[in-house]
């Protein structure tokens, strides 16, 4: 509160004596300067807050309330992500050597004119999306990021002339494709917190049945990699056929892989995770001749491809699990610290408020006692 705001003040009490105009300056100036000290000017402190003092006290204690839940969740999610991210980095180093192992044997039965129906390649007319999104908010962007990410997609198989249908997985999405009327969702599927293999399974039957029955010709899933705790990416994953990137193409001859596809890019070193994200070329391998099969290849073949798509779903689920708790811990964390910030300011602005107060009821106590003395 500045002298100019104090004098004006004192001279808009119509109810005071006119002996108030002639205030000792002198007691005036002397809680003018006290308060400046104390309390510096607003512009170089904080943003103003212009509220009365129930109105910033009730505002001061929802801010503490809303910070204790902020931090509970906090606490909560980094819990969680400890068990996410070993799930995570378990499982990578199966399902990394699964699919290099189905490729090599995959190569040789093509090589032999042997069918197999979940690696047949055929023209591309139709693509069906599992789009991998949260079950609950409060993650930041995470959720915001993937569906993006599947957007984007769409539009590009469009572009191709292409059809696409979605298997929406996670309470957010289902949310969110339910009102498209542009987007053909076909399935809907909410976990339980933590996915395990009985979500997988349903994803990989309803993939099954739509790949089989050429209702689709090629399955992709989008999801948000787990990188650290601090960073995970949306990825595109071509999920069926088995092939290599660029052999899948649609009647036209075009192929039609994304430009970031994971199938083949490995991300682990003896167990552990890996932040780089530099293309990793991958060797075909042949069948070693000390190699025997007691069944017939294709039989081998038939009986570990629902093992790989119950695989890769599964480690997809897993890893969006581990990045949206991640995220939800750091947007905890975020808010705590913003809290923490602007309890901070509302204390000051408050203080200001009171101090502002008491500084009046000593004016009027001045001035009526300046008064009374010129009476006397």
Known sequence: MSCSYLTTWVSAKSNLSSHLLHLNQKSVDYLCNFSSRKYPSKSSVFTPIRCGLRELKER???VKNTQKITEAMKLVAAARVR???EAVISSRPFVEKLVEFLYVINEQLQLDDIDVPLTNIRPVKKVAIVIITGDRGLCGGFNKAVIKKAENRMVELKDMGLDCVVISVGKKGNAYFRHRSNVSVIRCIEGEGFYTVKEAQ????NVFSLFVSEEVDKVELVYTKFVSLVKSDPVIHTLLPLSMKGVICNVNGMCVDAVEDELFR????EGKMIVERDSVTFNKGELSPLMLFEQDPAQILDAMM???MNSQILRALQESFASEVAARMSAMSTATDNADGLKKNLSVAYNRERQAKITGEL???V???EALTQFD
């Open 60 to 62: 001061l204690n929802t």
């Open 83 to 85: 068990k996410a991210q």
């Open 202 to 205: 349903t994803i990989a039957d």
């Open 266 to 269: 490995l991300t682990t070193n």
């Open 306 to 308: 629902p093992l790989y």
């Open 363 to 365: 004016l009027e106590i």
């Open 367 to 369: 001035a009526g006692a």
